[in-house]
């Protein structure tokens, strides 16, 4: 049986046994569906888009929003989100590097089957396209050096054991296993997709770096890959490391600053705790690792509450995450400022899950 993050939540919270993870989603009150689109130039992109999962209905759904999102002030409270009825059940969204398209799959992290990746002009009513392959789910866009336009997935989104859950021995013949699934790469140019390219053996859900050197995955063990690729392109030398001591993690996201910092959520687990200072329930705390896989940052949730679903924006140290009451399970999105640890309100009411937040480049780091 398939479990997602907030069925796990409710069943850890109470003491039940543990399996795997992922999902929360949609904004009480009415929502307008998404109006006439038409084509939209690079003047018409607004300033940001928050995308998030309806969890009600399973669409997409977002709001656009003018100005800097760090003004005092900012909030997306008061705003309509625009409902995109696709005929589809839609999770991971992220939009491209321009602002001017959504990638999403229909497969979410640990649910272990069949996944299809899509990619929708935003503001054009044409449908979504498919990529033509036998699965594929989490998209993450990325411009590679030499300037192309990419998306990384995954073709599978089955999870590793971990500690929690199984012995040593059988961890290790699961991970022999996870390494026949692979990590890919497609050009999208133009509107098309172009030809997929495997880039690693095993499914690195946590996201690859712009060169494509390093990569995460928290699947549900916490790893890192350093890759080192030959004049053909081919990879000439790889070293993977299993971090956090083999214990259970989710919703990892590798930092888009170059700095190669990758976090994640944990069960409570013995090496968040000791670097805490103090006990917590499973997913109350941010945790943050360097490239080497060492415990360097935590950002704890309010009283009360969990979060679910973490991002870097690529935008200083801000995080997007899912915010979820402990007691009634409602939940809202939330802007983590992992310098000072504070949290700004951005939708909340009623499921929603995978948010998405995409910031104009003018306002990213350099």
């Not at 997935?153 to 054991?161: A, E, F, G, I, N």
């Not at 000439?236 to 083999?246: L, P």
């Not at 400022?337 to 480049?361: A, C, E, F, H, T």
């Amino acid at each position: 049986m398939d479990f997602r993050c907030c069925d796990i939540l409710r069943l850890v919270w109470f003491c039940l046994p543990v399996s795997l993870f992922c999902t929360w989603g949609c904004v009480s009150g009415d929502m307008p569906d998404e109006p006439e689109e038409h084509e939209t130039s690079s003047e018409d992109v607004p300033d940001g888009y928050l995308f998030f999962r309806d969890d009600s209905t399973g669409r997409l759904k977002y709001i656009a929003f003018m100005g800097k999102f760090t003004d005092p002030g900012f909030s997306l409270l008061d705003s309509a989100a625009v409902d995109m009825d696709l005929g589809l059940d839609c999770y991971h969204p992220e939009v491209s590097p321009d602002g001017k398209w959504v990638a999403f799959s229909t497969g979410y992290e640990s649910s272990g089957g069949a996944s299809s990746l899509y990619v929708k002009r935003i503001g054009n009513s044409a449908p979504p396209q498919k990529l033509n392959v036998v699965n594929a789910a989490i998209p993450r866009w990325r411009v590679l050096p030499d300037g192309d336009t990419v998306i990384v997935y995954v073709d599978d989104t089955r999870v590793l054991p971990s500690r929690n859950t199984e012995e040593d021995s059988l961890i290790r013949i699961h991970f022999l296993q996870w390494t026949d699934r692979g990590t890919w790469i497609v050009p999208f140019k133009g509107g098309s997709f172009g030809k997929s390219r495997k880039i690693a053996d095993g499914t690195f859900n946590g996201g690859v770096s712009e060169d494509l050197t390093y990569m995460v995955s928290g699947s549900a063990l916490l790893l890192g890959r350093h890759v080192v690729y030959g004049e053909g392109g081919g990879v000439e030398k790889e070293e993977t490391s299993i971090w956090f001591d083999w214990e259970q993690v989710c919703n990892t996201s590798l930092s888009r600053d170059g700095t190669n910092r990758t976090l994640f959520l944990d069960m409570s687990g013995k090496q968040g705790v000791d670097f805490s200072g103090e006990t917590y329930r499973p997913h109350q705390r941010i945790l943050v690792v360097d490239e080497s896989g060492t415990l360097v940052h935590s950002v704890p949730s309010p009283a009360g509450t969990a979060f679910n679903n973490t991002e870097w924006i690529g935008v200083d140290d801000y995080v997007i995450a899912d915010l979820i009451e402990t007691e009634s399970f409602n939940s809202s999105i939330v802007l983590v400022n992992m310098r000072d640890s504070s949290i700004v309100d951005l939708v909340r009411g009623g499921k929603m899950g995978y948010p998405n937040l995409w910031v104009n480049p003018a306002y990213r780091q350099p």
